[in-house]
C-alpha cells in the first residue's frame, strides 16, 4: 500500500533524526541519531501518524522522504552557503550568543538573517505540505523560530506549538537584535510556547510587551486584532526537558556498562576520585573556568595526583564558527598546561577527549565518575546532569551543577555552584568529594526520584496537553464549518 502523503501529527526540528552513514559498498543507510530528542518523540510518535521535518545534514539536493523508524521523514534541502549563513552564522553565531548571555560578542550580519528568512519558508512550505488537516504541528528551537507564523499563514487550519531548548534572554539583551519584532511575531504564531524555565517564557512574555505593544497577563500574550484578523491570545509557560529515564536507568544496569564502568577506573589507575566532565565543546558550558578550578586546587595542594584525575568529554561542535576555534584553543592550551605541571608518567591530571562516544561509554563513564562537573555560564536545560543521575542506580557519585542552568531549578539536592567564583567553585568541589557516602546517598536518591518522577514523556505530554488547551482559532473555526 502506497504511503499517506500527510499525517496528522508533524514534528520539525533543524536536523531530522537520522545520520547518513555510506557503507563499505557505497550504499546509503540512515542510523537514528541518539539524541533524547529522538528517543522523546519516539513515544510521542508511537500511536500516531507522524511525519518529522529536517534538514539531512548534507548540503545541496535533499534526498526524497522516506519511511524511517516508523516514521515519514521529509528531508529539507540547505545549501552549503545556507549552512554558513542561517546555521552557523544566524542560528550559532548571533542568536546563541544573544540567548546565552552574550558570553561572546553576538554578530550581526544582514545576509545571514536573509538567509535565515529563506530556509525558515522552506521549512514551513514542507510543514504545510505534509501536514493534514487540522494536524498537530510542533516546531522546535531557535534555529525556526519564523516558522510558527509562516505556517500559520499558509495553513490555518492546524494547531502549532514551538518548544524553546535553549535560555529565551532578559529583553536588555533580547533588545540588541535588530530583527527583534521580526522574531516575536514569528514565534506568536503559534497557539502555544513552551520554554524551559518559567523565567525564559517571563522574558518572552517581557519582550513581546516592550517590543510589539502586545497587552500581556501572566503567561499570555494579546495581540490585538489587525488587518481583518481577530485578536487572539497565546500562552507561553514553562514545561522543562527531560531524559528517557527508564531506557538509560537500564542501560546503566546491564552487565556490560557495570563491568566497563569498572574498567575505565582500572585503566585510569583506580584513582581515589574520578572527577567528569561531559559536554559539547561550547562556550557556554563553562569548561574552562572548571579547569581553573580544578588546575588551583592541584597548585594550592588540595588535591592531588594520582589521587584524583579528572576526566573532560568535549565533543566536537560547530567547529566552523571563530568563537568555537578560539574556546578550543584556549582549552587545550590549559588542559596541556596543567598536565605539564601536575601530571606524571602514567597519570595525567586531566584526561581530555575531543570526541563522541557510543551511548553505553557514557552511561559507563557516568557510572565510573565519583563527581559530575555541570559548570555552564547559562544552559537551557543540561541533559547530562539528569542523565548522570539517571545512570547512578547505585545512589553513588555527586552532581556539582551551576545555577545558571535549566536543570538546577528541578535537581535543588546537587551540590550548587556559581562558576564565575571560581573559590566558591574550589569549594563546592572539595565538598562535593569530602561530603560522607551516606549524606551522598540520600541526596542522590531524592534527585534520581524527581528525574524518574518527571521523565521525558512527562515534558512531550505536558507540552501536548498545553498544546491541545489552546484557545481554538477563530479562522480554523470558520475554516472547519
Ligand atoms: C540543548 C540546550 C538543553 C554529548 N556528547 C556525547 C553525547 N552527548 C549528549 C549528552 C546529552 C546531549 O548530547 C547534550 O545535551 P545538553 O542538554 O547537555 O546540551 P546541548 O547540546 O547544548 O542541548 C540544552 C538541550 O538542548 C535539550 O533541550 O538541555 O540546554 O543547550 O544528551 O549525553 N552523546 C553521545 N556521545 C557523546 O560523545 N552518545
Redesign the pocket.
Known sequence: MARRTTFDFVIAANRLPVDRVVGPDGEVEWHRS???LVTAMDSVMRGRDGAWVGWAGDTGDAPEPFDEAGMWLHPVPVSAEEVEQYYEGFSNDTLWPIYHDVIVPARFRRVWWQAYERVNRRFAEAIAEVAAKGAVVWVHDYQLQLVPAMVRELRPDVRIGWFD??PFPPVELFAQLPWRQQLLTGLLGADYLGFQRQADAQNFVRACRQHLGASTKGETVTLPSDEGRPQRTVRASAVP?SVDFEGLDALARTPEVQERAAEIRASLGSPKTLLLG?D?L?YTKGIRHRLKAYEELLADGRLSTPDVTFVQ?A?PSRERVEAYKQLRTEVETTVGRINGNHGAIGSPAVHYLHQ????EE?AALFLAADVMLVTPLR??????AK?YVTCRHDNGGALVLSEFT?AWHELHQAFVCNPHDIEGLKQTILRAIGTEAKDKERLMRALRRRVADHDVRVWADRFLANLEAAPERPERRRDAS
Open positions: 541518539p539524541g533524547g531548548h535553549i526537558i561531559v559539547r561550547d568529554v565533543t563522541s562516544y557510543p551511548r557514557m544552559d537551557g536545560m543540561n541533559l547530562v542523565e535549566g
